[in-house]
């Protein structure tokens, strides 16, 4: 199974490879007209000959190219509605989006191209759009294709949960109503199966699937007979031996068929091999390709010092240096971000690190160095160090997830909606500004959303530095690309449409829409994929007692009637008390034990009604239309107060 939701962020790859990841005839089939035709750009590119395509041509491949994408999103759309794969109607919307945006990228170069054909940049912008499509048409038809994959591994499923039903069955009346199931759940993996197999481009997979296939409907008649004489004849051993390895066979067919239509080669990046690269050991945007890649550098330091019996050469002292460089750039971009006092606290661990790398680099003269038993001061303080390198990754993930709570909170309102709002005025006002007068008005909300993005941005990047490899921490690294890729974009295209807001010019505003649109998803992707990857008790936790400490601090402007204050405060509690809120809600969500659920659903609306009384108290007291009581103030905050910190409590202990 080819996983595209993964890397719906990931930077547009050549024709070449993209075509080389398909596996079935269908999607091949849909891909090669377009492929043809973004190659054809290609080398007219390669061929400077552009310039002798005439803009009518080129507007008009455009403007056919951007509605069969149209066309194309709006049947993924459809099927999003009524489909019930919760992974598909995650995943189809973002590659619509993806494709859509990339249709109208096309549309609007050969607009510029209009104007100016003789620039290169506008060329290059075509070719790059019209490669983007590719890849976005690519991914849509993937997203259709994961879904198929997992309606036959269901059906599998299916085949063996009906499978244990017939070897469970005592009675012939028992034993016909499960084999019965057990028939049609085969005939609706037969079903899927075979029409998967005639898709399939590869003649292994479709050889696996046939052989596999082949030995089910072999075992179906020697299962029913097998199962028979058991009941007949419960003291039969061979009775029971010949359903037993018949049971094994059909299990292990059901599992060949899993893996044969999910051993497609990955779309996802692999992971990449740091400990061979001693050279390079900065953390940038570009290069974040694997999660976990601050444990993996502490876990090269262990590796490297766990066994010192034998003797510890000048290369391992380069490597050393190199994962502790590595380690540094981490500590270095964390604390830049952090508060203060938790920017001090990793840092004050990072120094005890260095100073017990000299004491132990001190150790390391000319003469190999081995730790043994008669050196018990290396062995000291190579597990001092050990020890360090611990408590560092502990706090790191400390100061992480406190920036998850702050940073990631459920947001008032929302930093690109003011950016947006500005082209919703009448098209004659909006044309009428200079550029200067527009740079005025967009600037300020621009700057806004600009630090909130990279806000963003930085709070995931520091949560996939601990994270596990997995397909969530992978994910997360491709929404935050995604993000990455939209923030720039936004302003130009702002001030486009508010330039060009006419129906000239619908592309623009619609471009513009495209990238609000794709942005608020992505954040809600990200921000989702971040709760999964944290640990939900921890979460709510470590909430709770920064919640504490902004009580205290809502009192203490009660009492000097800093009403400003107490309402920004109020409102950053409420916030995270929500973020609890949606987190436990997506656990509710996901169970199937319907006591669990009920049980999390009261709590729940405990805490939501404590955050509503804590608001109507806090409006209460900021109501300048009434005779204020600061007694009668402080012991309604209080009382607020406690009873929003039992609710938290009390969800927490509920998990």
Same mark, same amino acid.
């Given at each position: 199974?080819?996983?595209?939701?993964?890397?719906?962020?990931?930077?547009?790859?050549?024709?070449?490879?993209?075509?080389?990841?398909?596996?079935?005839?269908?999607?091949?089939?849909?891909?090669?007209?377009?492929?043809?035709?973004?190659?054809?750009?290609?080398?007219?590119?390669?061929?400077?000959?552009?310039?002798?395509?005439?803009?009518?041509?080129?507007?008009?491949?455009?403007?056919?190219?951007?509605?069969?994408?149209?066309?194309?999103?709006?049947?993924?759309?459809?099927?999003?509605?009524?489909?019930?794969?919760?992974?598909?109607?995650?995943?189809?919307?973002?590659?619509?989006?993806?494709?859509?945006?990339?249709?109208?990228?096309?549309?609007?170069?050969?607009?510029?191209?209009?104007?100016?054909?003789?620039?290169?940049?506008?060329?290059?912008?075509?070719?790059?759009?019209?490669?983007?499509?590719?890849?976005?048409?690519?991914?849509?038809?993937?997203?259709?294709?994961?879904?198929?994959?997992?309606?036959?591994?269901?059906?599998?499923?299916?085949?063996?949960?009906?499978?244990?039903?017939?070897?469970?069955?005592?009675?012939?009346?028992?034993?016909?109503?499960?084999?019965?199931?057990?028939?049609?759940?085969?005939?609706?993996?037969?079903?899927?199966?075979?029409?998967?197999?005639?898709?399939?481009?590869?003649?292994?997979?479709?050889?696996?699937?046939?052989?596999?296939?082949?030995?089910?409907?072999?075992?179906?008649?020697?299962?029913?007979?097998?199962?028979?004489?058991?009941?007949?004849?419960?003291?039969?051993?061979?009775?029971?031996?010949?359903?037993?390895?018949?049971?094994?066979?059909?299990?292990?067919?059901?599992?060949?068929?899993?893996?044969?239509?999910?051993?497609?080669?990955?779309?996802?990046?692999?992971?990449?091999?740091?400990?061979?690269?001693?050279?390079?050991?900065?953390?940038?945007?570009?290069?974040?390709?694997?999660?976990?890649?601050? $444990?993996? /550098?502490?876990? &090269?330091? %262990?590796? #490297? +010092? =766990?066994?010192? @019996?034998?003797?510890?050469? !000048?290369? *391992?002292?380069?490597?050393?240096?190199?994962?502790?460089?590595?380690?540094?750039?981490?500590?270095?971009?964390?604390?830049?971000?952090?508060?203060?006092?938790?920017?001090?606290?990793?840092?004050?661990?990072?120094?005890?690190?260095?100073?017990?790398?000299?004491?132990?680099?001190?150790?390391?003269?000319?003469?190999? $160095?081995? /730790?043994?038993? &008669?050196? %018990?001061? #290396? +062995? =000291?303080?190579? @597990?001092?160090?050990?020890? !360090?390198? *611990?408590?560092?990754?502990?706090?790191?993930?400390?100061?992480?997830?406190?920036?998850?709570?702050?940073?990631?909170?459920?947001?008032?309102?929302?930093?690109?909606?003011?950016?947006?709002?500005?082209?919703?005025?009448?098209?004659?006002?909006?044309?009428?500004?200079?550029?200067?007068?527009?740079?005025?008005?967009?600037?300020?909300?621009?700057?806004?959303?600009?630090?909130?993005?990279?806000?963003?941005?930085?709070?995931?990047?520091?949560?996939?530095?601990?994270?596990?490899?997995?397909?969530?921490?992978?994910?997360?690294?491709?929404?935050?690309?995604?993000?990455?890729?939209?923030?720039?974009?936004?302003?130009?295209?702002?001030?486009?449409?508010?330039?060009?807001?006419?129906?000239?010019?619908?592309?623009?505003?619609?471009?513009?829409?495209?990238?609000?649109?794709?942005?608020?998803?992505?954040?809600?992707?990200?921000?989702?994929?971040?709760?999964?990857?944290?640990?939900?008790?921890?979460?709510?936790?470590?909430?709770?007692?920064?919640?504490?400490?902004?009580?205290?601090?809502?009192?203490?402007?009660?009492?000097?009637?800093?009403?400003?204050?107490?309402?920004?405060?109020?409102?950053?509690?409420?916030?995270?008390?929500?973020?609890?809120?949606?987190?436990?809600?997506?656990?509710?969500?996901?169970?199937?034990?319907?006591?669990?659920?009920?049980?999390?659903?009261?709590?729940?609306?405990?805490?939501?009604?404590?955050?509503?009384?804590?608001?109507?108290?806090?409006?209460?007291?900021?109501?300048?239309?009434?005779?204020?009581?600061?007694?009668?103030?402080?012991?309604?905050?209080?009382?607020?107060?406690?009873?929003?910190?039992?609710?938290?409590?009390?969800?927490?202990?509920?998990?």
């Amino acid at each position: 199974m080819v996983t595209v939701a993964m890397e719906m962020g990931g930077t547009a790859e050549s024709p070449e490879k993209l075509m080389a990841k398909v596996q079935t005839k269908a999607i091949r089939g849909a891909l090669e007209p377009i492929h043809h035709e973004v190659m054809k750009l290609v080398q007219v590119r390669e061929d400077d000959g552009l310039l002798s395509h005439t803009c009518d041509q080129l507007s008009a491949s455009a403007n056919n190219v951007m509605l069969a994408a149209d066309d194309l999103v709006q049947i993924g759309q459809n099927n999003t509605m009524v489909s019930a794969d919760q992974v598909f109607c995650t995943d189809m919307p973002n590659a619509c989006q993806l494709l859509a945006m990339s249709a109208r990228n096309l549309v609007l170069a050969t607009q510029q191209h209009e104007m100016d054909q003789k620039s290169k940049s506008v060329v290059e912008a075509i070719v790059t759009a019209a490669n983007d499509i590719l890849s976005g048409t690519c991914k849509v038809l993937l997203v259709a294709d994961e879904a198929e994959v997992r309606k036959i591994i269901k059906a599998c499923h299916w085949v063996i949960d009906r499978t244990m039903a017939v070897e469970l069955a005592t009675t012939p009346e028992s034993l016909l109503a499960v084999f019965k199931a057990f028939i049609d759940a085969l005939s609706l993996l037969k079903t899927l199966v075979d029409k998967r197999q005639a898709d399939l481009i590869s003649k292994e997979h479709q050889d696996h699937l046939r052989s596999s296939m082949n030995l089910l409907e072999k075992a179906v008649n020697i299962l029913n007979t097998a199962s028979q004489t058991v009941i007949s004849y419960p003291s039969s051993k061979q009775a029971k031996n010949t359903r037993e390895t018949t049971v094994n066979q059909i299990l292990e067919a059901v599992t060949n068929i899993i893996n044969t239509v999910q051993d497609i080669p990955s779309i996802r990046t692999t992971e990449s091999n740091r400990g061979s690269q001693h050279g390079s050991f900065s953390v940038s945007d570009s290069d974040v390709k694997t999660p976990g890649y601050l $444990i993996a /550098a502490v876990n &090269n330091i %262990k590796q #490297l +010092l =766990s066994d010192m @019996s034998s003797p510890f050469t !000048e290369r *391992d002292q380069s490597d050393l240096n190199g994962y502790l460089c590595e380690i540094q750039h981490y500590v270095q971009e964390l604390s830049k971000s952090a508060q203060e006092k938790h920017s001090v606290a990793v840092l004050n661990i990072h120094r005890r690190i260095d100073n017990r790398v000299a004491e132990l680099f001190d150790y390391f003269t000319d003469t190999v $160095i081995v /730790a043994d038993d &008669n050196n %018990k001061p #290396l +062995l =000291s303080c190579i @597990s001092l160090l050990l020890s !360090e390198l *611990d408590e560092l990754t502990e706090k790191y993930k400390d100061v992480v997830l406190y920036m998850v709570i702050v940073n990631l909170g459920v947001e008032a309102r929302n930093p690109l909606e003011p950016l947006v709002n500005i082209i919703r005025k009448p098209s004659k006002e909006s044309t009428s500004f200079t550029d200067a007068q527009l740079s005025s008005m967009i600037d300020p909300y621009v700057e806004e959303f600009t630090d909130y993005s990279q806000m963003l941005t930085k709070t995931a990047l520091f949560v996939v530095a601990t994270a596990e490899y997995n397909k969530l921490s992978t994910m997360l690294i491709d929404t935050r690309q995604v993000l990455l890729t939209v923030e720039p974009k936004v302003q130009p295209a702002v001030v486009a449409a508010a330039k060009h807001g006419d129906t000239k010019h619908s592309n623009i505003t619609k471009q513009l829409e495209l990238l609000s649109g794709l942005w608020n998803d992505q954040v809600q992707l990200l921000i989702k994929v971040v709760d999964q990857l944290l640990d939900a008790g921890l979460f709510i936790q470590t909430t709770e007692s920064i919640v504490k400490d902004d009580l205290e601090r809502m009192k203490l402007t009660v009492s000097k009637q800093d009403h400003d204050r107490l309402t920004e405060v109020s409102r950053t509690v409420c916030c995270k008390c929500q973020r609890v809120i949606q987190l436990t809600k997506r656990i509710v969500d996901q169970s199937c034990d319907p006591i669990y659920r009920n049980g999390l659903l009261v709590y729940i609306n405990q805490l939501d009604k404590a955050v509503s009384s804590m608001k109507t108290t806090v409006y209460r007291i900021c109501d300048c239309s009434r005779t204020h009581n600061d007694t009668e103030d402080e012991q309604g905050l209080n009382q607020r107060s406690s009873e929003l910190l039992k609710a938290l409590w009390v969800l927490h202990k509920g998990l």
